[in-house]
């Protein structure tokens, strides 16, 4: 049986960080390297020539930055576009998915001493945005007969992965200044990113978005982001940062937040689960309902990888599963702020 081959342009001004991202890739069998850029404007030539699957895009480099190649590219290809940049550009790396990057990954992590696990999530996640990949069984699509009304609701909780940066965008674009509950949120960022995707979000919103910081209590109008590398928690003394192990290879977990969340606020409490790999998020989600919160999944048709809300649906206990373009309206209008 024919393996189908990923067809792969790498992109950097760097000849040493080409070599490695071709060696990294080679070794797994499915890519094939189609071609090489250093800049983007012979990025976006090559491209055109090409018509790659999946594209590997520095940020920084001389006659044309990653960016703006990205924007060239994006107006004639759908094509798989993965930013590989240093953590002095994060902001702009968060940025590049707004003009249609999928993901991107920090340079430093393509090392020898990168775990055969870590490869694995990579090595999927780019089959995933190729579209190569087959998607996992098509879950069928439940429609929100919801029979929820406003409540008091004193705190959201919000898990998402790939694709969650561009999720995130448009869902905090979506709610006004003065919406009256805080949102803590556990988004899987790249060790060392946090600063760069908080300044970047921060931007796109009419709330307040932050590192969350141990002993704040939430307050409305903020958004907490979990610091990478540590679990976001939340308790009677305010917010807690837990340094103990990962939960299903993840830190920091949504699980963990959602299950410590659902035990502090009870039935006052909106999950939401967006798009990303794996299955992190489903067990808080299971818990959030047991609690007597309400719960919400991102649909498959806009869910960049429909791992996550896929898995919390699979559960049972997902109250509405919401087009990513509703998911805003719909939490204005449960926590009574229309």
Not at 99 to 125: C, L, P, V
Not at 126 to 151: A, C, F, M, N, Y
Not at 298 to 312: K, N, V
């Amino acid at each position: 049986m024919s393996i189908t081959m990923i067809k792969t342009l790498i992109v950097d001004d760097s000849p040493l960080v080409r070599d490695i991202l071709k060696d990294f890739l080679v070794s797994e069998g499915t890519f094939e390297i189609v071609g090489e850029a250093e800049n983007g404007e012979e990025a976006v030539a090559k491209a055109k020539e090409l018509n790659p699957d999946l594209i590997t895009m520095d940020y920084e480099m001389p006659v044309m930055n990653g960016l703006i190649a990205i924007e060239k590219i994006r107006q004639f290809s759908s094509c798989g576009i993965v930013v590989i940049t240093t953590h002095d550009t994060a902001k702009m790396a968060y940025e590049a998915t707004v003009k249609g990057a999928h993901e991107f990954y920090a340079k430093d992590i393509f090392t020898s001493e990168m775990t055969d696990r870590k490869k694995g999530e990579i090595f999927s996640t780019l089959k995933h945005i190729t579209g190569i990949r087959k998607r996992l069984g098509s879950l069928q699509e439940l429609s929100d007969d919801s029979t929820e009304v406003p409540r008091k609701i004193n705190c959201i909780v919000i898990a998402s992965s790939t694709g969650g940066p561009m999720a995130l965008c448009q869902l905090c674009s979506g709610l006004p200044a003065n919406f009256s509950v805080p949102i803590l949120l556990v988004q899987h960022n790249t060790s060392g990113f946090d600063k760069g995707f908080v300044q970047w979000l921060d931007g796109y919103s009419h709330l307040n978005v932050q590192i969350a910081e141990e002993g704040i209590y939430p307050i409305k109008g903020n958004v907490y982001v979990a610091p990478t590398d540590k679990h976001l928690s939340i308790g009677n003394t305010g917010i807690i940062l837990d340094d103990s192990d990962p939960i299903n290879n993840q830190k920091p977990a949504a699980d963990f937040l959602f299950k410590k969340a659902a035990e502090l606020f009870g039935s006052s409490i909106i999950s939401v689960v967006l798009t990303g790999m794996g299955s992190d998020g489903a067990e808080g989600t299971r818990s959030i309902k047991k609690a007597g919160g309400i719960t919400i999944a991102q649909d498959e048709a806009s869910s960049m990888i429909f791992g996550m809300p896929g898995a919390a649906v699979e559960t049972g206990c997902v109250d509405m599963v919401l087009p990513l373009s509703e998911i805003a309206q719909k939490l204005i209008f449960l926590t009574g702020c229309e």
